[in-house]
Structure formats: structure tokens, C-alpha cells
Nanobody
């Protein structure tokens, strides 16, 4: 199983980015998936998660600014982020679980991508 993130980069505050996570080696249409981020010196934190049936949850600081969605035909997960802030700067990781619920704990996820850097300048 391979998860490959893309779409990160440098953006000014107030801008938008769409992160993608292409999965291969297995299909995750009915599985829980999520986006995490980790800033230097900080713990990895959940940004958004989606269950196998499409339920979603968001970290409080990104609610209303971010949308997690999946394209099952492409076996791809996305994170649309708008109104970006400097505090959103981090490495963003895609994760997939063998389970199908809606989860926040990193230990629930079995597969991880290598990460993509998002830098928001003020």
C-alpha cells in the first residue's frame, strides 16, 4: 500500500491550497482516511478525517476553512484549504485505516504517506 501526497507549497496568508493523496496497492473506498499535520517541535495533530460512508470531522482551527473529500473512482483523498494562516504551516500527512469509522487517534491509521510541506507566509 502506498499513499502519495501532493499539492503542498508556499502560499500567502489568505490563499488556498488543495492537497491530494493518491492511494495504490489497495482500494480505500470504504475505509477511514484522514489528514494530519505536524509543525516543527509540535505533536502530530488531526486536521480532518472522513469515514467509509462519508462522515467528516475537523480540527477546530480549520473548521469552516477546510474540506476533506474523496474520489473513490480515483482512489484519491483531497484536502481543500482556504483562508490559510501562518499557523497552518506544517508538513501534512495522509493516512488510511483498515477500519471504516471516523477516527482521530493516529494509532487508528495503518498506512501513512511521506508528507507534503505547506508553508503560509504572512
Amino acid at each position: 500500500v502506498l499513499l502519495v501526497e501532493s499539492g503542498g507549497g508556499l502560499v500567502q496568508a489568505g490563499g488556498s491550497l488543495r492537497l491530494s493523496c493518491a492511494a495504490s496497492g489497495s482500494r480505500f473506498n470504504s475505509n477511514a482516511m484522514g489528514w494530519y499535520r505536524q509543525a516543527p517541535g509540535k505533536a502530530r495533530e488531526l486536521v480532518a478525517a472522513i469515514s467509509g460512508r462519508g462522515d467528516t470531522r475537523y480540527e477546530d482551527s480549520v473548521k469552516g476553512r477546510s474540506t476533506i473529500l474523496r474520489d473513490n473512482a480515483k482512489n484519491t483523498l483531497y484536502l481543500q484549504m482556504n483562508s490559510l494562516k501562518p499557523e497552518d504551516t506544517a508538513t501534512y500527512y495522509c493516512a488510511a485505516s483498515r477500519l471504516s469509522g471516523l477516527y482521530g487517534f493516529p494509532s487508528t491509521y495503518d498506512y501513512w504517506g511521506q508528507g507534503t510541506q505547506v508553508t503560509v507566509s504572512s
